[in-house]
């Protein structure tokens, strides 16, 4: 799991000005991506399948370069978008950590094999 944080004031582009979107994808990157490569996908499982139970998005709509939301919960927050300004709280930042660290295999802002002349810009933030 990762938090896209807006750090444009840093240099680092933010999708603001676009709609936002939800797919997952498999492909072989066990050479690099699960380990550095000690992690080899068992090819033998496939098909591989993926699915969402549950889900429901609440989301605001992006037409003719503007957003607008349209909500129907009863969460004030929700109802008056101030959950688009957002962050996490404490508790919820430990707790991204927590899994981060304990179901994370790969994360980009560690691989300098893959970034030899230097991490990604966000990947130096502290926020």
């Given at each position: 799991?990762?938090?896209f944080k807006?750090?444009?004031?840093?240099?680092?582009?933010?999708?603001?000005?676009?709609?936002?979107?939800?797919?997952?994808?498999?492909?072989?990157?066990?050479?690099?991506?699960?380990?550095?490569?000690?992690?080899?996908?068992?090819?033998?499982?496939?098909?591989?399948?993926?699915?969402?139970?549950n889900f429901?998005?609440?989301?605001?709509?992006?037409?003719?370069?503007?957003?607008?939301?349209?909500?129907?919960?009863?969460?004030?927050?929700?109802?008056?978008?101030?959950?688009?300004?957002?962050?996490?709280?404490?508790?919820?930042?430990?707790r991204l950590?927590?899994?981060?660290?304990?179901?994370?295999?790969?994360?980009?802002?560690?691989?300098?094999?893959?970034?030899?002349?230097?991490?990604?810009?966000?990947?130096?933030?502290?926020?």
């Open positions: 799991m990762r938090e807006n750090l444009e004031s840093i240099g680092v582009p933010f999708p603001k000005n676009q709609s936002m979107r939800i797919y997952s994808s498999l492909w072989n990157a066990d050479n690099w991506a699960t380990r550095g490569g000690l992690v080899k996908t068992d090819w033998t499982q496939a098909p591989f399948t993926a699915s969402y139970r429901s998005a609440d989301a605001c709509i992006w037409s003719n370069g503007a957003s607008s939301c349209n909500f129907n919960s009863t969460s004030s927050s929700s109802s008056n978008g101030t959950w688009f300004s957002e962050g996490l709280d404490a508790t919820s930042q430990e950590k927590w899994v981060q660290n304990n179901y994370m295999i790969y994360n980009y802002c560690t691989d300098t094999k893959r970034f030899p002349r230097g991490l990604p810009a966000e990947c130096s933030s502290t926020f």
